[in-house]
């Protein structure tokens, strides 16, 4: 049995609290909303994951210390956009000898463009720090519904230790050493479920879809290689894995995003609609510059782009997708 720090009261993070109470573990998460913690703590509920009834081995609280003292372990489950702030608020109380700090958010930080992970180690140098990712909904997980993930981590010891911690015959982990591969991949396709949840709504089929994959999949990959990841790392659990789940899921909220903006709503009113951070909208920002940094050909980053800040109409952007110059595939 061990006691696990949660950091982050959504979906995930309930669902993977969860998992771990299920296997015999004690959960503490912790919450920024005190209605989110009563919910937990009082009603056994989460209201992002109405079917589900929150078992006694896991409480919410508002205070961080709280939280982390005793931990064996922290699990982040924050948005991407949030993450850094929470973390120097919560550095003080980490036992970096003792309590590795597994990111299990997908994304990337806008202002500068790095990894969660490379976040979480700028803001505690000496900390042991890990991901944890793959194609998972927070509504299936929560129900023991079985799932593989990958615990990637550039130290040996926080891998396996997390593979360890998670499996059981509901999860399935496997490990790996590229964490830039395995958070890159997870937080780019995000943009690709984006595009597939537009392309239902502008009436696009079976064909349309199967290209999208596969060609977001290619850009994702150029671009993963040019940071330093692994190209295989894309075609595997946290690559081609995610990116099938999260764009053919009625639960993935980029997805719903997506298909809200084809209907031809705002971003403002898109955001009201989903109630939920949409993670895709920041990695496209994030993957724009990116491209450019790094020199990167993603048209269909280009495009997506396009239609979100600079008013291009998506039925054009799909034209202009299909009516660029001939080449081989690659």
């Not at 690559?239 to 903006?261: M, P, Q, Y």
């Not at 920002?285 to 800040?309: F, G, R, S, T």
């Amino acid at each position: 049995m061990s006691n696990i720090a949660i950091i982050g009261s959504g979906s995930w993070g309930v669902a993977l609290g969860m998992h771990l109470a299920s296997i015999g573990n004690n959960v503490k998460i912790w919450s920024f909303e005190k209605e989110e913690a009563d919910l937990i703590n009082n009603e056994k509920k989460c209201k992002f994951l109405p079917k589900i009834t929150i078992p006694d081995k896991i409480v919410c609280s508002l205070d961080y210390k709280d939280v982390i003292d005793g931990a064996d372990i922290i699990l982040h489950v924050t948005p991407s956009k949030f993450t850094r702030n929470i973390v120097r608020d919560y550095k003080q109380y980490v036992d970096v000898n003792k309590q590795p700090i597994i990111v299990c958010s997908k994304g990337l930080e806008l202002s500068t463009l790095k990894i969660l992970t490379d976040v979480v180690k700028e803001e505690i140098p000496n900390a042991r720090v890990g991901a944890l990712s793959g194609p998972s909904h927070a509504e299936e997980v929560s129900v023991g519904i079985p799932t593989v993930l990958v615990s990637a981590s550039e130290d040996e010891y926080v891998r396996n230790y997390v593979q360890d911690l998670f499996m059981n015959e509901n999860m399935r982990v496997y490990t790996s050493d590229d964490v830039i591969g395995v958070e890159y991949g997870s937080a780019l396709k995000n943009i690709i479920a984006f595009c597939a949840g537009a392309a239902i709504s502008l009436g696009c089929g079976d064909n349309t879809y199967a290209a999208l994959l596969t060609r977001g999949l290619a850009e994702i990959a150029r671009l993963g290689e040019k940071v330093g990841a692994k190209r295989e790392t894309f075609y595997g659990l946290t690559g081609l894995g995610d990116l099938i789940v999260t764009c053919g899921s009625e639960h993935s909220r980029n997805r719903k995003a997506g298909k809200l903006v084809g209907q031809g709503l705002s971003l403002d009113e898109v955001k009201k609609e989903v109630g939920m951070v949409i993670e895709s909208i920041d990695n496209i920002e994030a993957a724009h510059k990116l491209k450019d940094v790094y020199d990167v050909e993603m048209p269909i980053v280009d495009e997506v782009y396009n239609v979100l800040y600079n008013n291009e109409n998506p039925k054009d952007a799909i034209q202009k997708l299909m009516l660029r110059d001939k080449k081989p595939e690659m």
